[in-house]
C-alpha cells in the first residue's frame, strides 16, 4: 500500500513539474515525434517558418519535437510510409497521395489570415512582361513546382486541358519543375523563366521579405478555392496521441507563429474535405490516357 501512494505521489509530482498547459506523455507515445515538412521554400526558411509551432507542440505533449524538410513532395510520402516521419504538413495533392500510400490521416486544417478555410492557385508573370494573358504565354518558358503540388502543378495541369484545351508540353517552348513555390516565384522575379504556377498563400508568406508581390508581379489567373493545407499524422499512431496532437493544432493562437505563418489558425477537417482534389487527380489520370 505505502508503494502504491509513493508512486500516486512521484507522478503527482512529475505532472506538477510539467510546464503549464502540457500533458503527460502517455506511456504507448513515443519520446519524440518526426514532423515532416514539404519543402514549399527553401528548407531554412521553412524550418523557421514552423519554428514555433514546433516548439508550442514540444511543450504542449512534452515530447521532442525534431522537424525534418525533404528535398521534395514525394519525400514527406515515403518517409510517413515508412515510419521515419510520424506528423506531417502537406499539401491538399500530397495529403491524398499520402492518404493512400502512408496511412495518413488528417488532423487539421489551415486557415488564411482573412479567415478562408483555403487558398488559391495563380499563374503569375514579372511586372511589366508582354505576357499579359495565357494566350500570349505560348511559346514561353513556363514552370511547374513540384510533380505532388496541388496549386503548383495539378491544379493548373487541370486547367489547361479541360478549360484552355492545350497540351502544355506543346504549348510553351519548355516545361521544367521548379521543386518549390519559392523556386518558381523568385525565378519569375529574375527573369529566368516566363511564367509559372504557385498560390496565393505562398506568395503572401515571401512577401516584403524576398518580394513585393504587387510591384514584382502581375497574376494572369486564378483558380476556384482549394481546400486548405492539413496537417496530419500516421494512422498507426496511438488515438490518445492523435487526439492531443489534433487538440493542439486546434488550439494554436500564438500570434508571432501564426503570422510567421500567414495564417489565423487551424481548423476541423475530415478526409472527404479532400475528395474534391481526389477527383482532380482522377481528372489528370484519364487525362494522360488519351
Same mark, same amino acid.
Given at each position: 500500500?505505502?508503494?502504491?501512494?509513493?508512486?500516486? %505521489?512521484?507522478? %503527482? #509530482?512529475? +505532472? %506538477?513539474?510539467l510546464p503549464a498547459g502540457s500533458l503527460a506523455a502517455s506511456a504507448d507515445w513515443p519520446k519524440q515525434l518526426n514532423l515532416g515538412l514539404i519543402p514549399t521554400e527553401s528548407s531554412d526558411n521553412i524550418t523557421e517558418r514552423f519554428d514555433n509551432l514546433a516548439k508550442y507542440l514540444e511543450k504542449k505533449l512534452g515530447l521532442e519535437i525534431k522537424t525534418q524538410v525533404s528535398t521534395d513532395y514525394a519525400g514527406v510520402i515515403t518517409a510517413m510510409q515508412f515510419k521515419h516521419v510520424d506528423v506531417?504538413?502537406?499539401?491538399?495533392? /500530397?495529403y491524398v497521395e499520402a492518404a493512400d500510400r502512408a496511412g495518413a490521416e488528417a488532423l487539421a486544417m489551415e486557415v488564411a489570415e482573412d479567415g478562408t478555410k483555403g487558398y488559391r492557385g495563380v499563374i503569375i508573370t514579372k511586372k511589366g512582361s508582354p505576357i499579359t494573358n495565357m494566350e500570349q504565354a505560348k511559346g514561353k518558358v513556363w514552370a511547374f513546382t513540384d510533380p505532388n503540388s496541388t496549386s503548383g502543378t495539378l491544379v493548373p495541369t487541370v486547367y489547361f486541358v479541360k478549360t484552355m484545351k492545350i497540351d502544355p508540353e506543346k504549348y510553351f517552348s519548355k516545361v521544367i519543375y521548379s521543386g518549390s513555390h519559392e523556386s518558381s516565384i523568385l525565378s519569375i522575379k529574375a527573369g529566368k523563366i516566363d511564367i509559372a504556377s504557385t498560390n496565393d498563400l505562398d506568395l503572401a508568406?515571401?512577401?516584403?521579405?524576398? *518580394?513585393? +508581390?504587387?510591384?514584382?508581379?502581375? &497574376?494572369? *489567373? +486564378? /483558380?476556384? %478555392? &482549394?481546400?486548405?493545407?492539413?496537417? #496530419?499524422?500516421?494512422?498507426?499512431?496511438?488515438? /490518445?496521441?492523435?487526439? #492531443?496532437?489534433k487538440e493542439a493544432f486546434l488550439s494554436y493562437d500564438d500570434k508571432e507563429g501564426l503570422k510567421k505563418l500567414k495564417l489565423q489558425g487551424y481548423t476541423e477537417v475530415e478526409d472527404k474535405t479532400y475528395n474534391p482534389i481526389r477527383e482532380q487527380i482522377e481528372v489528370k489520370k484519364q487525362l494522360a490516357k488519351k
Open positions: 500500500m505505502k508503494g502504491k501512494v509513493f508512486n500516486a %505521489l512521484i507522478g %503527482l #509530482a512529475l +505532472t %506538477l513539474c506531417a504538413y502537406f499539401g491538399p495533392k /500530397s508568406r515571401g512577401n516584403g521579405k524576398a *518580394w513585393e +508581390t504587387d510591384k514584382d508581379f502581375q &497574376i494572369l *489567373w +486564378t /483558380s476556384d %478555392l &482549394i481546400p486548405g493545407s492539413p496537417m #496530419a499524422c500516421r494512422k498507426d499512431l496511438p488515438d /490518445s496521441l492523435k487526439k #492531443a496532437l
